[in-house]
């Protein structure tokens, strides 16, 4: 795609060629620009971008590849992460090119192409989790162990492995997470892979699963009040309502919403969402109305995998109080937010 800035100093000579090149159908306008205050052309066809590609030599594409990507990073500012995907595809082709090419700089382009290949996961985590997945992993390649952000990529690439289902690939990813966030004294994150890494492990019906989650909550509560606490205590709720404890499910998720509102933090869903779930287990009515409550919490907080997830427990929880009828309301309006939200992102 071609983009250029309207009132830029070659703006009519530009503007000229390329409506010349869409009238012999060479190119094509784009109905809606990929960035505001922008116009942009397509190539018409593959075939015609892979002749005019292969008429510039490799090092020059990899330089333009570069030169693009710095300039959609610099006219989309802080909004640069909405196109974090772009920006990757640009960065990693000038990355190839260039190493191709045997440019001695090349290996400098492998930061900038790993940093938006993980941004472009994070955006595509919620909505397309395969190609998210495939960020990640890609960004992995660009980096090596004593990358800075090489711990938290295998954390968000098991992550994705795991909504995937991919669970022994996941407790990789997991186990060398863990071993980087120990090895660097990162207690608070090493508690929250611990918690991702033993839901997968309780997914293979591992039993060290039960016990990382609880050593989750051990590692962060000496640290003292921190959001970080009432993740891992949402954590160990929900754990102890899946194991059939929900007296002390009850108490940790207690725990964690007063310790939310005393830090001033958004409502925490997931443990509003575990509390009614373990009042409904204990025979209370009452835990349908929490849980619908976390329901609204987590979509005014856009997180929309809590969402779909609670309207699921919702309608299981539902089944036991109000009915099939009921259940099967709830899984349709699930299923309705899932493909909703999956076409909005």
């Known amino acids: 795609r071609v983009l250029f800035r309207s009132g830029s100093q070659a703006e009519d000579q530009v503007r000229a060629v390329l409506h010349e090149l869409a009238r012999k159908e060479l190119l094509r306008p784009a109905r809606r620009s990929s960035m505001a205050g922008q116009a942009e052309y397509a190539f018409a066809h593959a075939l015609i971008r892979d002749v005019c590609y292969g008429q510039i030599p490799r090092a020059e594409r990899a330089q333009r590849h570069q030169r693009a990507a710095a300039w959609i990073a610099a006219s989309a500012g802080e909004r640069a ?3 974090a995907e772009i920006l990757a595809a640009h960065y990693t082709t000038a990355l190839d ?7 001695p700089q090349a290996e400098e382009l492998a930061e900038s192409a790993a940093r938006y290949l993980m941004l472009a996961g994070d955006r595509a985590l919620g909505i397309d989790v395969t190609a998210a997945e495939r960020h990640y992993a890609h960004a992995l390649q660009l980096t090596g162990d004593s990358h800075p952000q090489r711990a938290e990529l295998l954390t968000r690439h098991a992550e994705a492995l ?13 186990e060398q997470a863990i071993e980087l966030f120990r ?17 997968v492990l309780q997914q293979l019906g591992d039993p060290r699963g039960r016990n990382l989650i609880t050593e989750a909550l051990a590692l962060v509560e000496p640290l003292g009040p ?7 205590l949402a954590e160990e709720a929900g754990a102890r309502m899946v194991w059939g404890d929900f007296r002390q499910g009850l108490e940790q998720t207690g725990r964690a919403l007063a310790l939310a509102a005393q830090l001033g933090l958004p409502e925490p869903a997931r443990a509003l969402g575990n509390r009614g779930a373990v009042r409904v287990g204990l025979g209370d009515a009452g835990g349908l109305q929490d849980m619908r409550q976390a329901l609204d919490a987590a979509s005014a907080q856009g997180l929309g995998r ?5 309207y699921n427990n919702l309608a299981e929880a539902t089944w036991l109080v109000e009915g099939s009828r009921q259940r099967l309301e709830l899984a349709r309006e699930g299923a309705r937010f899932a493909k ?6």
């Open 97 to 103: 090119l260039a190493r191709a090419a045997k440019d």
């Open 81 to 83: 992460g909405d196109h």
């Open 226 to 232: 921190s959001p970080a606490l009432v993740h891992a």
């Open 183 to 199: 090895a660097g004294g990162d207690v608070i994150s090493l508690a929250r892979v611990m918690n991702g890494f033993g839901w």
């Open 340 to 345: 909703r939200d999956r076409k909005s992102v």
């Open 306 to 310: 809590d969402v779909a997830i609670l």
């Open 162 to 174: 795991r909504q995937r289902a991919r669970y022994p690939e996941a407790v990789v990813a997991y």
